[in-house]
């Protein structure tokens, strides 16, 4: 597992609020599907923000982006972000 | 075709409305007033449910629930807070004098413990905060004047007005049908009255950039319907939505189910005044004349609220 998807499932884990533990999850599992509201998932984009050092442009700001945790990779991935923050 | 500006002026000539002194507050004639209750009565009738706990609220409500409701952070733009003089008596001759030459008295107000009403379910959720919520969940009908601080010229958009409300706490399932179920009745009730329906996916007008990603969802997830027609204009606008909350107040007050996941909530909220214009807008102004069956539905003597023992 990538240190980037080791932070996304750490801040999934943090903010997400889903019934059950995100490990039981795969990468590309609907995170919506799974219990992600839509409250919750402000949330973790503002933690995803906040550890990874980015703004969301507001193109971004969208259901797509945070639905699993390889779409949250590739959206941080997009924006330049190669490796968890050290 | 009738403009907004020109009905806006029908109502006010015709007395039905009285310019409250600013922009999107009006008094209430009891003519228009009939009216608006009449509205209340036919959709409480609608909703009668053994299971309703019923309350009207007040205008005002805990600041805390403001902050519970999450509507101070969404909505900042949109609220209010009564604020009140809590200075001493030696600062009372400059807020005299402030007030007296036009001066920034409001500097001198602190804010009280109370906010206006934010919506009419908003008060709903502290009282059964941190309860556990039964499995078949919990029904209210409720209502209260609302406030949000939108100043238009609009009267369909007023700064204080009621919504009439049907809650449903309990389990996601519960929640959605509640919601799907007054989506449909809503818009029957509202068509029986004349009015030309339509229902749509809305999102609400959420504040800064988080906000973007909340009208987003709000949308893609279908969390909020609005029931929509001609208002002071051809042009449609809600005049009822059914919300899906999914865990949101669960969240934040606390409450829990059986099986101690979080309880989801959903609404439907009619908003007695602009049901009463676009009732206006449609049948005339001049309640004698309008269809039988309208009036027939508006004028029913049966009174749910009233237990019947009394």
Redesign the interface.
Known sequence: MSTIDVTIREILDAHA?L?ESVSNLGDDDDL?DAGL???A??NV??ALEDAFDIE?P?SY???GTFESVTAIRQSLESLGVTAAPG | MKSTEDFRRELLEAGLLEDGGVTGLYHRSFHFEAIARGVEAYVSAAGHNEKNRQFFFNQVIARSTLEGSGYLTSFPDLIGVVSSFAGSGSDLPQLIERVNNGGDWNEMMSPTEVALCSAACHPVYPLIAGTTIPIDGLHFEVQAFCFRHEPSDNPARMQSFRQHEFVYVGTPDGALAHRNMWRERGRQLLSELGLSVDVIVANDPFFGRAGKLLEANQRDKELKYELVAPITSEAPGAISSANYHEDHFGETFDLRLPDGSRAHTACIGFGLERIALALLFKHGLTFRDWPANVKAHLSSTHDARLPEST
């Open positions: 609020r019934p919506y509201s839509s409250h998932s402000v984009m503002l969301f507001d700001l969208r259901k």
